[in-house]
């Protein structure tokens, strides 16, 4: 059986740049990381979108259903021997109670990815492909659920942000186990 896997989280609001600095820091890694996130489903049609949209299916009710299900996968692909960056919004603390319950014994490094709202706002407007108000909903909540192990802000240039991520992940000390820091 290949050794576990290992976590990286980058938590921040949307529109903070989770995903550009997910991939600048697995482009920068020296062992390969899969990344992972919610994205990934939106953009490769799993959601079932248009349904969602119209009212034939209803998202609050199937929301936890799919996050628990999402967490599932990064825990699936850790405990195969993949290492994981994983970008996500942990919104609520039923969410960060369920990753930490689902990751619990992993070794996962829980990365704060901070933005200012008039520039969260700014990329949200620009992107058009989220729905007006999230980024400022996301800014308000997300970064007060739990302690990091580094915080960051996206508005520095994002290829020293991962060269800080990467070395602060090279220089942890043990296994984190995400809730217990």
Same mark, same amino acid.
Request: glycine share 6%; proline share 5%.
């Given at each position: 059986?290949?050794?576990?896997?290992?976590?990286?989280?980058?938590?921040?609001?949307?529109?903070a740049?989770?995903?550009?600095?997910?991939?600048?820091?697995?482009?920068?890694?020296?062992?390969?990381?899969l990344?992972?996130?919610?994205?990934?489903?939106?953009?490769?049609?799993?959601? *079932?979108?248009?349904q969602i949209?119209?009212g034939?299916?209803?998202?609050?009710?199937?929301?936890?259903?799919?996050?628990?299900?999402?967490?599932q996968?990064?825990?699936?692909?850790? %405990?195969?021997? =993949?290492?994981?960056?994983?970008?996500?919004?942990?919104?609520?603390q039923? =969410?960060?109670?369920?990753?930490?319950?689902?990751?619990s014994?992993?070794?996962?490094f829980?990365v704060?990815?901070h933005?200012?709202? *008039?520039?969260?706002?700014?990329?949200?407007? %620009? $992107?058009?492909?989220? $729905?007006?108000?999230?980024?400022?909903?996301?800014?308000?909540?997300v970064h007060?659920?739990? *302690?990091?192990?580094l915080?960051? =802000?996206?508005?520095? *240039?994002?290829e020293?942000?991962?060269?800080v991520?990467?070395?602060?992940?090279k $220089?942890?000390?043990?296994?984190?186990?995400?809730?217990? $820091?």
């Amino acid at each position: 059986m290949p050794p576990i896997g290992k976590i990286i989280l980058i938590n921040g609001p949307s529109s903070a740049g989770k995903t550009t600095l997910a991939l600048e820091t697995q482009k920068q890694l020296a062992e390969p990381f899969l990344r992972f996130s919610f994205d990934l489903f939106i953009d490769s049609h799993v959601l *079932p979108r248009h349904q969602i949209r119209n009212g034939t299916f209803d998202w609050a009710a199937m929301r936890p259903n799919v996050f628990r299900g999402l967490h599932q996968c990064v825990r699936a692909l850790a %405990e195969t021997g =993949n290492n994981v960056l994983f970008d996500h919004i942990i919104e609520t603390q039923a =969410n960060l109670a369920d990753l930490a319950q689902t990751l619990s014994a992993l070794d996962v490094f829980l990365v704060g990815l901070h933005c200012s709202l *008039p520039e969260l706002e700014r990329r949200e407007a %620009e $992107r058009g492909n989220r $729905r007006s108000g999230e980024a400022r909903a996301d800014f308000e909540t997300v970064h007060r659920l739990t *302690p990091y192990d580094l915080e960051l =802000n996206s508005e520095d *240039p994002v290829e020293d942000n991962a060269r800080v991520l990467i070395e602060a992940w090279k $220089r942890r000390s043990g296994v984190r186990v995400l809730g217990k $820091r």
